[in-house]
Structure formats: C-alpha cells, structure tokens
C-alpha cells in the first residue's frame, strides 16, 4: 500500500479501515522519536531541570516510567508557553513527591480494604433479611431496569470465572446454572458492583438502615463517597497519582453527621483532603481504633516538602473534631 494510499484511507469511517490502514495513519501523525533514559534527563536538563545525582535519576526512571512520573514534574513548570522549569527546581524535589505518593496509595488502599469488606457484609446481610437470599435476581427491586440487566450481567461473568473453593463446591452441589444466594455471589463482586448494587436497590429503608449504621444520615451521601471512593481504589489498585489529583465525580459533604465530623465543611469537593475525611469518618464507624488518621499524620511529617494543600487541605485542619 502506498502512503498516498494510506492518507486517503485514513480519511474513511473507522469502520472502512483495515488494521494496517489504521495503525499507520495513526502512526504517521506521531513523528517523535522514542527517547532512551539519557535522552529524556537530557530533555528535563535543556527544559531548566536540576538533576543533583544522574545515576540515581537513571536508576528511577528505569523503573518508573517518564510519563508515570511526568505529572509530579509540572508543578515545578514556570507556566511559559513552552515548557521550562523554574528556577532551581529539581529532579530530587519531583522523586520525593512521588516517593510521598506511592506511601500514600498504600496506606489509603489499606483503608480502603476494610470499608469494602464491611460495606459488603451489610449490604448481603441486610437486604438479604429484608429480600431473601436471592434479591440482586429480583428486577422488582430495582429502580433502573437497565443497570440492573447490567448488573446481572456483571454477577454472572464473575460467577463463571471464579475459581473460589465457596463457588466449585456450589457448582458442583446445585450445578453451574443456578445462582448462589448472596452472601456467596457478592463474595465475587467489586467495590464498584456492589456501589452499583446499592444505588440502585429500591428499598430506601434498608438503605437507610445501612448508611446509618456507618453514621451517615442519608443513602445518597454514602453513595457520593462510595463512588468517589471506588474510584480512588482503582487508582491505587493501578498505581495512578493521587497526590493533588482532582475528581471529576463530586462527594457530598454533610454539613452535621452524629459522630466526630467537621466544623469547616466549606472544603473542596474534588479534592483528596474532603475524601480523606470520608474515609477517616467511615473507618471509626467500622473500627474504632483505627490507626488512619495517625498513620496519615506521620506520612505528611515523613515528607515536610509535601504542600497539603495541594491535595486541598485547610489551614488548621488538624484541630478539626474528625482529626483529633
């Protein structure tokens, strides 16, 4: 095929294009060159970057990626037209908030595991008691008929595919056709499944009854923090940034909850600090001995050169009754 050829074919529907038509279209509108890690340092040091110990930034960019790394980079840009570091930023300042980041994504993913663990088991214990063991089947208890085909679905790929002992034992006792109740089949389904579960079950008093029983007054916060929340895990399950990161889904921040909660509720929304607080409020609900708040103090003291308030942090957000 000619390249004259090529450039005629990529103007056609997607739908028209071969594989090789596709793939060199695209091809040729991306002319830069792949760079080896003593091109891309050489690249930051043209654009004004200090690099205090370049066998150190080799060794980190040899196992971490240059754009996984790059967005811990723009903050130290001086905002030109093109890019150009301002002065005496450094290579070294960039790794830290990395190295801060990846520390942080541990700790909230920790967290994270214990409020999925107890919103799962409520969620199978209580509409199972108020529906029976087999309401995720029921289309009457749902307020969306669409996203609980979908739903449906989701149970079902996850049932065929899992290789828990809890389901070979049920396949082989009541064969691979018929469901198990909840509290074997949720076992299978994700932080986000079960959000979805629950946002669209139409028993607004077992919902209720759920979101009360994590100190929440209203199932429609708890759903904001639950989506919110579920997409944090995925970043921390992917390794993606959470430091300074914005959210594009908004949370519900009460302004009164009946446990230790916030006096300044006039915070951002979309910023890690206010989903911080959800998950420290949510977490003394399930154990109250918890250590996150603590354990998210000592990180921010462990690297002083992490600005809070990036990640949208008020100015005395430690005297705040949840942080006490």
């Avoid at 595991?113 to 209580?126: F, T, V």
């Avoid at 949720?186 to 986000?192: P, Q």
């Avoid at 979805?196 to 708890?222: C, E, H, M, Q, W």
């Amino acid at each position: 095929m000619s390249t004259f050829a090529a450039l005629e074919s990529a103007t056609l529907p997607i739908e028209q294009r071969t594989r090789a038509e596709l793939f060199l279209s695209v091809f040729m509108k991306y002319t830069k060159p792949a760079l080896d890690i003593f091109g891309q340092l050489s690249e930051l040091t043209n654009d004004g970057l200090v690099i205090n110990n370049t066998a150190a930034a080799e060794h980190f960019l040899n196992n971490v990626s240059y754009f996984r790394f790059a967005p811990y980079l723009r903050i130290f840009e001086d905002n030109s037209t093109s890019r150009h570091f301002k002065h005496g930023a450094t290579f070294e300042q960039a790794a830290m908030i990395y190295s801060f980041d990846v520390e942080l994504r541990s700790l909230l993913f920790s967290a994270i595991q214990k409020i999925e663990i107890a919103l799962r088991s409520r969620i199978i214990h209580q509409f199972s008691l108020a529906h029976g063991p087999f309401w995720f089947y029921d289309p009457t208890l749902a307020v969306d008929k669409h996203k609980f085909t979908d739903n449906l679905t989701t149970l079902e790929r996850e049932f065929k595919r899992s290789k828990e002992d809890f389901i070979g034992e049920h396949k082989k006792k009541y064969g691979s056709d018929d469901y198990p109740p909840a509290w074997k089949m949720l076992e299978l389904a994700s932080f986000g499944t079960l959000t979805k579960l629950y946002y669209n079950f139409s028993d607004t008093k077992v919902k209720k009854k759920i979101a009360r029983s994590f100190g929440v007054s209203k199932p429609v916060a708890l759903e904001s923090w639950m989506m919110v929340i579920n997409t944090l895990r995925n970043n921390c399950a992917h390794h993606a940034r959470v430091w300074n990161r914005k959210y594009i889904m908004l949370l519900q921040i009460p302004k009164k909850l009946p446990n230790k909660w916030l006096k300044n509720t006039n915070i951002s929304n979309d910023r890690s600090y206010a989903l911080f607080c959800c998950l420290a409020y949510w977490l003394n609900a399930v154990n109250a001995t918890n250590t996150f708040k603590s354990d998210l103090k000592k990180l921010l003291q462990k690297y002083p050169s992490v600005d809070p308030t990036a990640m949208g942090f008020p100015t005395g957000w430690k005297r705040e009754p949840l942080w006490r």
